[in-house]
């Protein structure tokens, strides 16, 4: 990605742009309350778990008579698994409540974005590149959306498992949580970056930015014209090289057309 945008209020957009600072929240703070703490599924029907027991010991299902011995076995094992699941799974998103993250998308005209984060387009969205050096931003990853709750287990973690071995991915896992929503969600488009604990234990944190790293502000089609002529006296004063755009309502579909903002103004 070259450029991430970040949909804001009136006065979070000044008091980012005044203090050249970026707000990194921790989960409970977010709007999507799985974000970050879902729970992790161990989706167990009986002949995956009992192909993938025969897959790990290197023995074809039709070689093995399944007695009764061996099916109380499996069926203990399925059990068993499940409470580890939902343990592991309460002890991993644990991990996370005071984690830092900073939220962005690829997009800036979405109606819907600007509704929800940019106070029904009386705010501005904030364009970020990560063309900079020691820019944070190209550590931004992809979130990705899905119908269901992943699982704990894929089918070879499974099997081994089964087989009494540790299987826990922690990398997999991390990446799993940080970078999986909803589909719901879908439309954010979002990116985001990780900054596990932060700097201190508090809810969130005021992290400064380079002022090149910001390079252009989109005004909303209802900012108040008093709060677009201070903000862009700010920018022009403090942020000389940030280009000025306005949003404005299309004639011909139901969207929003980007243009640059009429120099006179």
């Excluded at 167990?44 to 109380?72: H, M, P, W």
């Excluded at 089918?155 to 009494?164: D, Q, Y």
């Excluded at 108040?224 to 309502?249: F, M, S």
Aim: glycine letters at 4%.
């Amino acid at each position: 990605m070259s450029y991430f945008f970040k949909y804001v209020s009136p006065s979070t957009g000044r008091q980012t742009i005044e203090n050249c600072t970026l707000r990194w929240s921790t989960p409970p703070l977010l709007n999507d309350v799985f974000d970050m703490q879902f729970s992790f599924q161990l989706r167990l029907e009986r002949q995956t778990i009992v192909d993938a027991f025969y897959k790990f010991v290197n023995v074809s299902c039709e070689e093995v008579n399944e007695d009764g011995e061996i099916s109380n076995a499996i069926d203990a094992c399925i059990d068993e698994m499940k409470i580890w699941s939902a343990e592991s799974s309460n002890a991993i998103l644990s991990q996370f409540v005071n984690d830092k993250i900073l939220c962005l998308s690829d997009v800036p005209d979405s109606i819907l974005m600007w509704s929800h984060y940019a106070q029904n387009h009386t705010g501005m969205v904030l364009r970020f590149t990560d063309q900079t050096t020691g820019n944070p931003l190209v550590r931004a990853r992809r979130v990705r959306y899905l119908e269901q709750m992943p699982s704990l287990l894929d089918e070879e973690a499974l099997s081994r498992k089964l087989a009494g071995c540790n299987v826990l991915d922690t990398r997999r896992i991390m990446d799993e949580v940080i970078y999986t929503k909803s589909s719901d969600w879908a439309y954010e488009r979002e990116w985001r970056v990780y900054a596990g604990v932060g700097r201190s234990s508090n809810p969130y944190e005021d992290i400064p930015f380079n002022a090149v790293e910001l390079n252009g502000v989109i005004f909303g089609v209802r900012m108040a014209e008093a709060e677009k002529r201070t903000l862009v006296a700010l920018l022009r004063a403090r942020y000389p090289h940030v280009e000025l755009l306005q949003t404005k309502v299309r004639g011909d579909v139901f969207g929003l057309a980007v243009e640059q903002l009429d120099a006179s103004k």
